[in-house]
């Protein structure tokens, strides 16, 4: 047993990381956009939306914390707030990308629609990708990498010079 909880995980490369990301992220998208539905028969959608967001950010915060980033361990609250905040800032630039189009175009397609959604969220899931990898799960990397025993720290030569001769010598360090 001493030895399972002694071993490391070491964190997924990054395109090992963004595959595992867009795994989880599509699946709990998927789910969440099949429970907003059927959810939104019993209560008012904004509601459920907002239930459901909540709810599936904290999962897959969970999942890439534990999966995607190989952490393998479970998510902070730090982490969870830092998530959701990127989780907030891809809502709202999907947000922004659909009222400019509404804003340039007075009466959109579905297609059209769709096309720029889809790229703002593409754009925005890149954003979110970096964002956890490089911000929310960078802790964990860094840790397993200075808890690694195979890894010894590097040791900086220095040089002394001659000290002058007289009293000089005396507040040298030795």
């Known amino acids: 047993m001493a030895a399972v909880k002694n071993r490391q995980r070491t964190a997924p490369g990054a395109l090992t990381a963004f ?5 989880c992220g599509g699946a709990v ?21 907002a239930l459901i967001s909540t709810l599936s950010t904290l999962l897959a915060t969970e999942l890439h914390a534990r999966f995607s ?11 969870h707030a830092q ?14 990308a659909m009222l400019a189009l509404h804003q340039l175009v007075a009466a959109p397609g579905a297609m059209l ?8 969220s593409a754009l925005a899931g890149l954003a979110r990708f970096a964002v956890l990898r490089l911000v929310v799960f960078a802790r964990n990397r ?8 195979t890894t010894r ?13 007289g009293p000089a010598i005396l ?3 030795a």
């Open 19 to 23: 595959a595992r990301f867009v795994l």
């Open 29 to 49: 998208g998927l789910a969440s956009s099949l429970a907003v539905a059927a959810l939104a028969t019993r209560i008012p959608w904004g509601l459920a939306n």
């Open 69 to 79: 980033f190989g952490a393998g361990v479970r998510a902070t609250w730090r982490q």
């Open 83 to 96: 998530s959701a905040g990127s989780a907030a800032a891809a809502f709202a630039l999907t947000c922004a």
């Open 113 to 120: 629609e769709q096309i720029v959604y889809l790229s703002a």
């Open 142 to 149: 860094s840790q397993s990498a200075a808890t690694d025993p």
């Open 153 to 165: 720290p590097v040791h900086t030569a220095v040089t002394q010079t001659a000290a002058p001769a």
């Open 171 to 173: 507040c040298r360090a």
